[in-house]
Each structure stands twice: as C-alpha cells, then as structure tokens.
C-alpha cells in the first residue's frame, strides 16, 4: 500500500510538472511569437527622456532613443532591457538617436554593453556647445556605431524588416514630398505663432513616420514649433495618424496645432515624466485635437495637474509609485546639452505602455501596470 500510494503521488506530481513546465515554456515565448502578425510598441518609462521601442512581426527591430545616461543609465537601460527581452529580441537593428541631448543618447554606452545594436541613426554632429557632448560624440560614438551608421536625411527610409519608416525631418531640415495619405493643404497653418529660433539640438530631431499596412504612426523626437511649421506647411505631408508618440515630452516649445491638429491622431501617447511636460498649453491643445480618441500618459505630470490630466487607468506611473518624499513641484533640469539627465527621481519598478498594431490600421493600447486595455 505504501509503495503503491507512493508510486501514486510520484506519477501525480510527475504529471502536475509536466504540466507546469509546459505552461512555463508557453508563458516565456516571445511577446511577438504570441501576436504573430503585428507591430508591437513599447513607450518604456525612462523618466521624463525617451526610448521606443518598435518590433515587427518579421522580428525587425527599431529603437529611438536610449533614455538618460551618468548615474541614471543603470535604471533607465534596465527598463529598455526589460522590454527588449519582453518582445525575445537578440539584438537591436536599427537605433535612432533623435538628438544629442542627454535624456536621448545618455543611456547608449550601457545599453551597448548588453545587447548588439546594428546600425547607429543620427541627424549629424551636435549643434550645441557642450563638452561632454563633444566628448561622447568624438571618443565614445565612433566605436560604438563602427558596425554601421547612417546620418539621416529627410526622405531617407529605415529598413526595418516589415514596415516602411520614413524620415520626416532631420537635421533642421523637413521633407519635401508627401508620404501617402499626406499632400493636401493644412487648415491649421493660418492661426500658427512663430517661436524665438530654436537654434540648439531639439530642432534638429531625426523624426519618422512608420506605416504597417494601413495603420500610421508619427514620432518627431525633440521637435520644436518653428520646425513643425516648416515641415507641417502650407500643405501637411503626412495626412492623418493612427497613434502620434508625443513630441518632447508634451512640452510647450514643441506641439503646435498646426501639427497636433493636421495629423488629427486617434490616439496620442505622452512619454511624460513626473516634473517634465505634459505642460497646461500641450495638454489643451492635445485635448482640443480632432478626432482624438484618448490620451495616455507615460506619467501623472505635476504640471499637468488634475486639471489636464487623464483619468489614472490611462496613466503608466502614478505619483503614489514614486519611492521618494521629495516636493511635488517641477524640477530643475540639467544644463543644456549634458547627458547628466535629472536626479534620480524614482529606481523603483517603472511601467511601460504597449501598443499593439494590426495590418487594417485597428490597434490596442495596453497600461501594464493595471493590465486596462482598450483596442481602436
Ligand atoms: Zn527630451
């Protein structure tokens, strides 16, 4: 009876192992083996910089953006890491950096040191004074771009396996010839109010714009308003957008009408940080835009406030996740053109929004840290 019973529950729990391994095998299969047919998009939370990540379903892979550098580059390369082996990548195919500002290519030698990237995306040298720029840039870049590097140019596409990337400005400069859907003339021109020139690295943004199928998407780095205007009028190149990742931040010296209200997105994604963007003036202009459907944000924006804000289910990182007991209040930021980023302001887990695209321009936005999903 002992052995018998023994051998029983040996059996069992050989079954019930097999079982979980087996859902273990299923549940580590990579995101895009599980949605084999469509464009997944991370917005990954790197306080308040920028890095997307695009991954087709081909398993072409296209990141803009490498988060902060200097003591933050730990953290913000982590949640980049995070999301690289969420999606099953081995290597990244195509970096862009938008800019040489450090909340963009801050992260870049860390995340070099954990992963292949395979061709190096810029606009060209800095246009800004900055020693550490010019630092990274002759000593530090060459030697991580010396598998491939493209310095873009407007019109220029990215062969991302399975999508058609365009490069809409670069380098101060705006593409000339419509992509299709776009060419008609823009209504929101006329009411547009020139800004001081912005003569440092934002207005040089490499920005693109992806089409997979029928959807479109839109994502312009760092792009300031003047630069917005030259690229948006008189007549809108670029038509209409499914999903528009946010200009820098959500901030105001980027966002004009002429651009948010031309492409009309259905859905705009802010990758906001805690004291960056999601300024009262971006906000309204994202609320008032066209034909928006909703808003999600990477992060409540303390200058944002109750009173712009959407409602928490579309919100990555609330306040309430901040470990930290500093003063809610703007913070400020680093001297121009250092890749120091801000203070650390919050190492602990960090959300991500995810997008999922499907061939008929249809997609779902998903908040990972309450799981609230909503398909367009
Ligand atoms: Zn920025």
């Known amino acids: 009876m002992m052995n018998r019973s023994t051998m029983g529950t040996r059996a069992g729990l050989a079954r019930v192992l097999a ?58 390369v982590g949640r980049i890491m995070a999301a690289v082996e969420d ?3 081995r290597q990244i195919d195509h970096l862009i950096t938008t800019h040489w500002h450090g909340d963009h290519y801050g992260g870049m030698p860390e995340l070099a040191t954990r992963i292949p990237i395979r061709h190096f995306i810029d606009h060209g040298p800095t246009v800004e004074d900055s020693a550490r720029t010019a630092e990274f840039l002759d000593n530090i870049y060459p030697g991580l771009s010396q598998a491939g590097r493209t310095v873009a140019k407007p019109g220029d596409t990215v062969p991302l396996a399975g999508v058609e990337v365009t490069v809409m400005a670069s380098g101060g400069e705006a593409i000339r010839s419509p992509v299709s859907g776009g060419g008609t003339p823009n209504p929101y021109c006329t009411t547009f109010e020139r800004q001081a020139e912005d003569r440092g690295e934002n207005a040089q943004s490499v920005g693109v714009h992806l089409a997979f199928g029928q959807f479109r998407a839109l994502h312009l780095g760092d792009l300031t308003v003047n630069k917005e205007f030259e690229l948006m009028c008189p007549a809108n ?46 906000m309204t202009t994202l609320h008032t835009s066209p034909g928006l459907e909703d808003l999600w944000q990477l992060h409540f924006s303390v200058l944002s406030g109750q009173e712009y804000t959407v409602p928490g289910v579309f919100i990555a990182n609330l306040i309430d996740d901040q470990a930290t007991t500093m003063p809610l209040a703007p913070m400020p930021q680093p001297a121009r053109g250092s890749n120091a980023g801000p203070p650390p302001v919050h190492n602990g887990p960090a959300h991500w929004i995810k997008v999922e695209a499907r061939r008929d321009g249809s997609f779902t936005v998903t908040n990972t840290r309450n799981g609230f999903s909503k398909s367009y």
């Open 87 to 89: 999606a099953g990548l």
């Open 237 to 282: 190149p670029i038509g209409t957008v499914d999903l528009h990742i946010v200009s820098h931040h959500g901030l105001e010296a980027s966002n004009s009408a002429a651009l948010i209200h031309a492409i009309a997105p259905r859905v705009a994604l802010l990758n906001n940080g805690t004291r960056k963007g999601g300024t009262p003036g971006s």
């Open 19 to 76: 079982v979980l391994v087996a859902a273990l095998t299923l549940t580590s299969a990579p995101a895009h083996a599980q949605n084999n047919d469509a464009l997944q998009i991370y917005l990954v939370d790197v306080e308040g910089g920028n890095a997307t990540l695009f991954v087709s379903p081909e398993g072409g892979s296209l990141l803009i953006d490498t988060g902060n550098g200097g003591a933050n580059a730990d953290r913000d």
